[in-house]
């Protein structure tokens, strides 16, 4: 049955669901986001027994994330001078300044340029060709090739970054992979056992029905697959895209051992870079780290709900 | 198309009865298996380059004495016997060790606890998930940067403040207690996704369950256990797995708050090895140190494995 998980670590990410795969619309309405959205019904519908108690502790306990953001947002906009006590004080003048001395100091225009390239090309590269390879595993998983290749690919989630990294980073000088384009190839290709291991899992849940009915009438695999089953992908394609985009912007490591030269920096890696001239002027290293975390801070509050039910629907698979 | 151009071994011989009517349907068969093998191809060489190969071409060469550059030999198994007696090697497992199983049981039960919670009757649910979800969208080594300021600056400043002696000096600064400091980085940092997929665990737990429960008059805390956790046991052990793999490869949070110091008493593996092997002409060296760590890595996920998984039946 297709339903069914292939084994080893598979049968830990895939806990017990309802059989609505076998369903003809299955794929893209499984068993849990329809429960989901009853329990939501139930519970946002009235006022009535909504847990007061609960809702002001974890109000409270998610001061323990906001505190850390003030801070933030406060000494970005201090002059040196309003620096003393604890740090926690409003600011009495605001130093707009430190953002324009940030900008120009960092030459943030070039670095957030790199990390939103960067991070583009990745994702798109990522769900276009993951999702291919993890949908020709997933289809021959009978083969003894193609299963041995899906376990290759999800076994090397457990080989440690340090083992690859030297190696790696004396590779991609060799080959003139040390830039953006280098980072790229290797996002994309690192994701690669992870995002296998998703794919496949819900590509099992896709009835083959509709696949058959298409090659009767003449499609190739490659119409298939782009015509039929990306489309059916959507929201897996969505959970791949927000992991990936988090990943990718805000990862530190790889560019750190890949770039070599720093007009080819990311965000993270200039402000490693421009840490030790930071020690002396801090409000303007605030203004950076802001600066650095703004774009996906915002795109995240905008689509907040969206994230969340991404990043949920990829875990329930 | 690439699939006429393409003749794998395996279907050599159709390929040559491409005329006959006759055998259609075995030559649609074949075509469609030399598409998908064309679908894997790039990706399994890609993977092979720039996966495979480096960590083959890293235990070949903990098996030399290379520096990274020019000239080496075989020096054997001595890398790994001076690491057995290496004070700096041992003080950095002993910190990453303790680091990583305690971040990763304080990250555990806060977002299993956080999770049951944001999963409960409570106003604002959307809202209030989002902003648990926060500390993940952020990059580890920039919000670690602001974490610094508020352990060096702000804490001691604050326990000052209040009378609190103990707190008055930068916990960074100090060799006993700086892990510290990165562990309540990697909690903060790390809980917001475990949350997230401990809801979406908690959302496959059928209602009817909670229903009966309360019929028989269970209490919260007997329908947690007797209830909610034996149904997302799957989900508890793939968090266990992750978050402990995940920690035992700290590095941004170090970077960001000690830079390993005071001394090396927040050094870790991954750091070790970075600083070693790019800084200390020691490639053959370290990467020595990097196989053993890939061993102490799946050896721990293996045991996690088994003994989260037989539970998991169990219960």
């Known amino acids: ?317 | 198309m690439a699939t006429t151009a393409a003749r794998g071994p395996a279907d050599r011989a159709t390929g040559r009865a491409a005329g006959s009517a006759a055998k259609g349907g075995r030559l649609k068969e074949n075509q469609t298996a030399r598409t998908f093998y064309w679908m894997v191809l790039p990706a399994v060489v890609l993977f092979l380059v720039f996966h495979t190969i480096p960590v083959l071409q890293g235990v070949f060469y903990s098996l030399t004495d290379s520096p990274g550059y020019g000239d080496w030999s075989f020096v054997g198994l001595s890398n790994y016997t001076a690491l057995f007696g290496d004070p700096r090697v041992m003080s950095a497992y002993w910190f990453t060790f303790r680091f990583a199983i305690i971040a990763t049981v304080l990250v555990n039960a806060l977002a299993l606890t956080i999770a049951v919670w944001l999963n409960g009757r409570i106003k604002w649910k959307n809202t209030l998930r989002g902003v648990y979800f926060i500390p993940n969208v952020l990059s580890v080594l920039v919000i670690g940067y602001v974490f610094q300021y508020l352990f060096a600056g702000a804490v001691p400043a604050l326990a000052t403040a209040l009378g609190i002696d103990r707190l008055s000096t930068s916990i960074l600064a100090d060799p006993q207690l700086a892990w510290v400091g990165i562990v309540i980085l990697a909690v903060w940092q790390a809980t917001a996704f475990n949350i997230i997929i401990y809801i979406a665990g908690l959302q496959t737990v059928p209602q009817e369950l909670y229903e009966a429960g309360s019929l028989d008059g269970a209490s919260a805390w007997r329908q947690f256990t007797s209830i909610t956790f034996p149904m997302i046991a799957g989900f508890f052990t793939i968090n266990m797995v992750l978050a402990l793999k995940n920690f035992l490869q700290v590095f941004d949070h170090v970077l960001a708050l000690t830079n390993g110091g005071p001394g090396t008493s927040t050094e870790s593996v991954s750091v070790l090895i970075f600083k070693g092997g790019f800084q200390g002409g020691e490639y053959g060296y370290q990467l020595a140190n990097a196989t053993i760590f890939m061993i102490v890595i799946i050896a721990f996920a293996a045991f996690q494995l088994r003994v989260l998984q037989r539970r998991e039946v169990s219960l």
Request: proline content about 7%; some cysteine.
């Open chain 1, 1 to 317: 049955m297709s339903t069914t998980p292939v084994s080893g670590p598979n049968t830990i990410a895939a806990p017990p669901r309802p059989a609505t795969g076998r369903d003809p619309d299955g794929p893209a309405v499984p068993g849990a986001p329809s429960r989901r959205r009853r329990t939501r019904g139930r519970d946002e519908g009235d006022g009535r027994g909504v847990n007061w108690w609960l809702t002001v502790l974890l109000i409270v306990l998610s001061l323990t994330i906001f505190i850390p953001l003030y801070f933030t947002v406060v000494t970005a906009l201090k002059t040196q001078d309003q620096l003393g006590g604890t740090g926690f004080a409003l600011p009495t003048e605001f130093a707009w300044g430190n953002f324009a001395e940030a900008w120009r100091l960092t030459n943030y225009p070039r670095s957030a340029l790199n990390s939103a390239a960067i991070t583009v090309a990745a994702v798109v590269l990522t769900l276009l060709s993951n999702s291919m390879v993890a949908y020709a595993i997933a289809r021959n998983m009978h083969r003894r090739l193609f299963k041995g290749l899906f376990y290759f690919f999800v076994s090397a989630l457990f080989v440690p970054f340090p083992i690859l990294m030297l190696p790696v980073a004396k590779q991609t000088a060799l080959l003139g992979l040390d830039n953006q384009v280098g980072l790229i190839l290797l996002y994309v290709v690192y994701g690669l056992s992870f995002n296998i291991f998703i794919f496949v899992a819900y590509i099992n849940s896709i009835p083959r029905e509709l696949e058959e009915a298409a090659v009767v009438d003449g499609a190739s695999t490659w119409t298939v697959f782009w015509r039929i089953i990306f489309p059916l992908l959507t929201p897996m394609n969505a959970t791949v895209g927000i992991l990936t985009c988090l990943w990718v912007w805000n990862d530190f490591l790889l560019p750190l051992i890949i770039v070599s030269d720093p007009r080819g920096a990311t965000l993270p890696l200039v402000q490693f870079q421009f840490q030790s001239q930071f020690t002396t002027n801090y409000t303007v290293a605030f203004a950076s780290y802001l600066m650095v975390m703004a774009p996906l801070l915002i795109v995240y509050v905008v689509s907040q709900r969206w994230v969340i039910s991404g990043v949920t629907r990829g875990a329930i698979k």
